[in-house]
C-alpha cells in the first residue's frame, strides 16, 4: 500500500511539472485556486493543522478569522505550487521581474565581503522562485538541501526541478552535507536553507509566538564555524503576481559563551526575524505540520 501510494504522489507530481507548466497563466492561477478551496471545504487534517498553527500565530482572531486565514493560506500555498511546476519554463527575465525585494544591500554588501553568506527562511512565499531570482539577477550560484523524499524517484524530481533553477541542491540526511556547505562558505560562497521547522529532533528550542519551538542550529554554527555572515530574508505575496520581500540585517556571533549557547542566542534571533514576517503576512507561511513542542508531545502518545 504505501509503495502504491508513493508512486501514485510521484506520478502527481510528475504531471503537475509537465503539464501546468504548459497552461495559459490564467488557466494555471485560476486551477492552483479552485484546487486549494476544494481542499479546504473538505477540512483535512492538513488545513485544521494549518488553523491550528495560524491560531498561535494570530491568538485574539475569531473562529471565522481563522477559516478565513486558513482559506487565503491553501491559496497562498497553491500559488506556490502552480509557480514551481512552472518556473523551469520562465525566461530568465521573467525570473528577474518576479521578485522585488527590499534591503537587498544586505545581500549585496554580504556577498561582496567575500566572507561567505548564509540566507535563513521561514516557509513563506516562494522560496524557490527567492532562490531562482538569486541565480538570475544576482548571478549567484549557492548550494542548498533537500529533504529526502520517498519514493526516490520524488526526491530525484526535486533535486532535478532546483538544479535546473540554478542551485547545488544537497540531501539532508548524511554527515556529508555540512562539511561541504562549510567549505563552500570558506570560499566566499552563499548557502540558503529552509529553517523554520527542525527535521532532526536535535534542534534549538526558542520561543516563537509566545511558546516554544525546536528550529535548526545549521544556520547558527555554520556562521561561527565559517566567519560567514548570517541573513535572515523574509518573503509574501500581495495581489499582484510579483512575490515581496526583506533580507534583515545580518545576526552576530556573540563575543561570549559556549557553542552551544552562541548557537541558542542566533537561532532565537532567527526566530524573532520570521515571527516578524510571519506575523505581517501570516496567510502566507506554509506550515501544514506540527512545529510547536506542545503539539509534538500532544501527538507521541
Same mark, same amino acid.
Given at each position: ?5 508513493? /508512486? ?21 492561477? /485560476? ?39 486558513? /482559506? ?11 509557480? +514551481? ?23 549585496? =554588501? ?12 521561514? $516557509? ?47 540531501? $539532508?540526511?548524511?554527515? +556529508? ?24 529532533? +536535535? ?34 505575496? =500581495? ?41 505581517? $503576512? ?20
Amino acid at each position: 500500500m504505501s509503495t502504491t501510494r508513493e /508512486r501514485l504522489v510521484d506520478a502527481l507530481y510528475g504531471a503537475g511539472w509537465s503539464t501546468v507548466k504548459k497552461l495559459p497563466e490564467p488557466v494555471a492561477v /485560476r486551477l492552483g485556486r479552485t484546487i486549494a478551496d476544494v481542499a479546504w471545504r473538505r477540512r483535512g487534517k492538513s488545513v485544521l493543522r494549518l488553523e491550528s498553527n495560524l491560531a498561535r500565530v494570530v491568538p485574539d482572531a475569531s473562529p471565522e478569522r481563522l477559516q478565513q486565514l486558513s /482559506r487565503a493560506g491553501m491559496r497562498s500555498y497553491l500559488r506556490y505550487w502552480m509557480e +514551481s511546476f512552472r518556473l523551469p519554463s520562465w525566461s530568465a527575465d521573467r525570473v528577474r521581474n518576479g521578485f522585488d525585494v527590499d534591503d537587498v544591500h544586505h545581500l549585496t =554588501d554580504a556577498l561582496a565581503s567575500d566572507k561567505g553568506v548564509v540566507i535563513a527562511l521561514p $516557509h513563506l512565499g516562494n522560496w524557490d522562485l527567492a532562490g531562482a531570482w538569486v541565480t538570475a539577477k544576482l548571478e549567484t550560484p549557492f548550494t542548498t538541501v533537500a529533504e529526502r523524499l520517498k519514493p526516490e524517484t520524488l526526491y530525484d524530481r526535486f533535486v532535478a526541478y532546483r538544479e535546473s533553477l540554478g542551485m547545488e541542491v544537497l540531501p $539532508h540526511e548524511g554527515g +556529508s552535507a555540512f562539511g561541504t556547505l562549510a567549505r563552500r562558505l570558506r570560499a566566499g560562497g552563499l548557502v540558503c536553507l529552509v529553517a523554520d521547522r527542525d527535521l532532526s529532533e +536535535s534542534g534549538v528550542e526558542v520561543k516563537f509566538f509566545g511558546d516554544t519551538a525546536r528550529m535548526p542550529a545549521g544556520p547558527a554554527i555554520l556562521a561561527q564555524q565559517t566567519g560567514a555572515l548570517l541573513l535572515p530574508v523574509t518573503l509574501w505575496y =500581495d495581489e499582484s503576481p510579483v512575490m515581496r520581500g526583506r533580507i534583515h540585517g545580518p545576526i552576530e556571533v556573540p563575543e561570549t559563551g559556549t557553542r552551544a549557547e552562541k548557537t541558542s542566542v542566533m537561532t532565537q534571533a532567527l526566530a524573532d526575524a520570521f515571527a516578524t514576517g510571519i506575523a505581517d $503576512h501570516p496567510e502566507d507561511w506554509h506550515m501544514l505540520q506540527r512545529l510547536w513542542l506542545a503539539d509534538l508531545e500532544e501527538r507521541r502518545p
